[in-house]
């Protein structure tokens, strides 16, 4: 696809496949715009959906590990309970089983991370993506498809309303 483009679309995201627990989706009151062509989207979602016109529909999977990956044991951590304490206290309201925490990895960059256990001294997090070793079904429509603008793409996101953004 040699020109960006804003296709705004209505979907239903499944787990794993067309009679999988819905994940997420968008309705025609409300669709979803995506800046295709700029390499921010998962490459089979842009392979799948990128070259569609206005009214077209679609349904397709995505295998997990092209969509967000396999579940990494390696990012099931025990972490000190110490680094959960805010203004000399235990952030006991922080630490509940499934509750995602946003958090900063060594180098200061945004990550969440999922509580899934607390012991005495340490609370397991899970930082894989939510959706990592989870097959991806789309099933949709194309609302409306139009080359992106410049700004569009040099910001890396879709510009709407008065503002731009």
């Known amino acids: 696809m040699s020109q960006a483009k804003v296709i705004s679309l209505t979907y239903e995201l499944r787990a794993g496949n067309?009679?999988?627990?819905?994940?997420?989706?968008?309705?025609?009151?409300?669709?979803?715009?995506?800046?295709?062509?700029?390499?921010?989207?998962?490459?089979?979602?842009?392979?799948?959906?990128g070259k569609l016109n206005q009214g077209?529909?679609?349904?397709?999977?995505?295998?997990?590990?092209?969509?967000?990956?396999?579940?990494?044991?390696?990012?099931?951590?025990?972490?000190?309970?110490s680094i959960f304490i805010v203004d000399g206290q235990l952030a006991t309201d922080m630490l509940v089983v499934g509750n995602v925490v946003p958090m900063r990895d060594q180098e200061g960059n945004p990550l969440n991370g999922k509580v899934i256990e607390i012991g005495e001294e340490t609370v397991k997090m899970d930082f894989n993506h939510p959706l990592a070793g989870v097959d991806l079904h789309f099933k949709g429509e194309v609302m409306d498809a139009r080359d992106a603008t410049q700004e569009e793409v040099s910001h890396g996101h879709v510009h709407t309303g008065k503002d731009g953004h």
Do not use: H, M, R
């Not at 968008?26 to 669709?31: C, R, T």
């Not at 990494?72 to 951590?77: G, L």
């Open 18 to 49: 067309a009679n999988g627990e819905v994940i997420e989706t968008a309705e025609k009151n409300s669709p979803a715009q995506f800046l295709f062509g700029t390499g921010n989207l998962i490459p089979d979602f842009e392979e799948n959906v």
């Open 56 to 81: 077209d529909s679609f349904e397709f999977t995505i295998k997990s590990d092209n969509a967000y990956g396999p579940v990494n044991d390696q990012a099931v951590v025990d972490l000190p309970k």
